[in-house]
């Protein structure tokens, strides 16, 4: 159980933060046009972040206590596999939890 006061600091804390990181984008740049080299990284950025938050569940999942498991290695390299081959993100989710079923099966 968390204390009541270290739970509002937290709270107030994210929303600071939250705050803080809008207005950078809204308050301060508003309407200005960013540099083009900018805005050419931007554009990666939603593609970034789905490896970030999937590497983690690959290399450390919680559900085998943070051991690597080879089932969800193969799914994690079979998504890859059919997402630069194909370049369909649906085919590629598709056949990364066909190999996670397949490998959690065949290899336990």
């Known amino acids: ?30 309407d200005r046009p960013l540099p083009a080299w900018l805005t050419r990284h931007l554009r990666y950025t939603a593609v970034a972040m789905m490896p970030a938050l999937v590497a983690p569940l690959v290399a450390w999942p919680a559900a085998t206590g943070g ?32 190999a996670l079923l397949a490998g959690g099966y065949l290899l336990g």
């Open 67 to 98: 051991q690597t498991d080879p089932a969800r290695l193969l799914a994690a390299l079979a998504t890859l596999g059919v997402g630069l081959l194909t370049k369909n993100v649906i085919l590629a989710i598709l056949s990364g939890a066909a």
């Open 1 to 30: 159980m968390i204390d009541r006061g270290d739970l509002w600091l937290v709270m107030i804390g994210l929303g600071l933060g939250s705050f803080g990181l809008r207005f950078l984008f809204l308050g301060l740049v508003g």
